[in-house]
DNA sequence: CTGAAAGCGCTAACAC
DNA sequence: GTGTTAGCGCTTTCAG
């Protein structure tokens, strides 16, 4: 592997010479004959920068990461998806790691980022991570926080609305002649769920429909499907099912699949995106998250930290409720 | 941020001594007292290592890379997941590109990563990409690719036998009675799909049903949605449609939304699975190719690599076909 | 315009 | 057991 100093020594000059054409800082502090040679021989010679080295000793890595807690949640994976192609464009590499909603495992993963020296981190806060984002700001690593707030901690916040999405899109259902209403959501103590269910509630007792209300917890992990099985009963005999969020949807859609399908004429409500799965004949509606915008305005937020602005936002951006029905 | 000099000058030792300590190595090289106090400082002083500088020292990052072609794609979403469990276990984190397809994009990020001394690359070969693999390989960058074989590159392989899985698939759709049977492809001219391709048209032919073998490349990117209306209409007549990859079935599903979805009583075959799909009523079946097991491989394979091994091998997977009828 | 030298933070010989 | 030293490959003052 050669390096600077090798094609230094080859042309009987300075290395600091040598890195100064090389890192394109030569302009009129470099005679062309000389900045003609360096680029041929770093040509010749197959040379790379060892960007270790020079991380070192410029205190910066180009590097960020961006940890979610479900990178199978299409939601993340989109998320992830657009923050990459923007970090891409600004020159950054991005480290995904996947918390798995695990606090141990996210404050691991910080603490091995830390010492990486990533330059930024963008994450999806675990249910009791606080103090993990705390040590990630105290070691001066820039933070923004996404989907999830994380109390107590003074760090850029990016997501929606979550109880005005699910209560709005809980009342169109109302609206169009859908009673018995009830919702799936995962057992995860984190606002965005929280927020969701509280939407729903409301809208069903302001139409007064309390009878109605019920409430499925579905374990994350193991006793996922089990639960799911437990509540499919119920499902069938409801009007429409509100499915919290993403993944407990799908898993739902692989049980349900063993019944022969939704059944007919009833009414499905999801969070996120779930057009590419409106094969079947039911109706078929969910909410809908500005993901790219969620994604491109918490890098354009992580690179001002990284740039050296302080202070810090909550930034929630609008939903859609999106109804196609297939009947 | 507290280095090791800091914390040995606190103790008024050597930074050599905390270094041993602190990586581990103190075992009978360093009195217990000391230790103590080492490993008590650095607790109070939140000493967090510094990972560049070992790294440049000890010539490794603990980085690997994946590149795939399209990470939107379930099946490269999916291998990804799995290559990261693994890297994690093995204490490797992973950069994960996206070339879309694009071979220039693909030989700038290897450049990039290259210089960031990833410790091996697994990577999806795009269409033309045989120099950036051997620019990968002359940097004495551990190498292995997956999905697709790049041809005059001496580097390890994991993958399935397309030809094989398409051929079985499309009999076993013959044998229950289908017959006007028309593929869907990506205009890629990669091998797995231009082998799923001989699997199909070999199949129809050995069954003499020649005349409605129909082909519909579509194009990757720009003109996708174009191409995919154009083909509606043959869709909509045959008796099955036979995707070649999971991109373009979602793609597609998309389209057919538009028209009240997948009609009664078609079948869709498609690689990769799809059983969140199958919400319908449609008969749906797929092609599996066992992603963990392929993402375990190529991480041990490439774990191989990275401790000095030096022969490579290709190595085929079995695919499975999977019937589901909702029908 | 070019070079010498210092140093980023760490590890690993090698002395003592 | 512990300290000294050299150096990984680069960038960046500072002289000349």
Redesign the interface.
């Known amino acids: ?1 050669t390096s600077m100093q090798d094609i230094a020594d080859r042309l009987k000059i300075s290395k600091s010479t040598v890195s100064l054409v090389l890192s394109g800082k030569s302009e009129g502090r470099v005679s062309e004959p000389v900045k003609q040679q360096v680029l041929e021989t770093a040509r010749e010679m ?1 040379y ?6 020079r ?2 000793r410029v205190g910066s ?1 180009n ?1 960020i990461s961006v940890i979610v807690t479900d ?2 949640n299409e939601f993340f ?2 998320m992830t ?1 657009y923050i ?2 923007e970090a891409k464009k600004a020159g950054y ?6 918390s798995n909603e695990s606090d141990e495992e996210f404050d691991q993963m910080a ?7 990533v330059d930024g981190i963008i994450a999806v806060p675990t249910p009791a991570g606080a103090a993990s984002m705390q040590m990630i700001k ?3 690593v820039p933070l923004v926080t996404v989907d999830r707030i994380c109390e107590g901690i003074d760090a850029d916040y990016v997501g929606v609305d979550n109880y005005d999405a699910a209560k709005k899109a809980v009342k169109e259902l109302i609206r169009d002649g859908l009673r018995k209403i009830i919702m799936m959501r995962l057992d995860l103590d984190i606002p965005p769920l929280n927020e969701r269910e509280r939407g729903y509630v409301d809208a069903m007792k302001e139409a007064h429909l309390d009878r109605y209300i019920q409430l499925h917890r579905i374990r994350f992990g193991e006793g996922m499907e089990e639960d799911l099985d437990n509540s499919l009963d119920a499902a069938l005999e409801s009007d429409a099912v509100f499915f919290t969020s993403h993944r407990v949807f ?1 898993e739902a ?2 049980n ?2 063993k019944v ?3 059944p007919h004429g009833q009414c499905v409500l999801c969070f996120d995106d779930v ?8 109706d ?1 509606r969910y909410i809908e998250q500005p993901i790219a915008q969620i994604a491109r305005k918490a890098f354009d937020l992580l690179l001002e930290k990284m740039h050296g602005e302080t202070g810090t936002g909550r930034y929630v951006f609008p939903t859609r409720s999106i109804t ?1 029905s ?1 009947m």
Not at 48 to 53: D, K
Not at 111 to 117: A, D, E, F, P, Y
Not at 275 to 282: A, F, I, V
């Open positions: 592997m197959d790379h920068l060892n960007g270790l080295a991380s070192l890595s590097l990178i199978s994976g989109n998806f990459q192609e590499l991005v480290l995904t790691i996947n603490r091995l980022l830390i010492s990486k020296k105290d070691q001066g799908t859609m692989k349900v699949a022969g399908g939704v057009r590419p799965y409106m094969t079947g004949t039911s078929i196609r297939n």
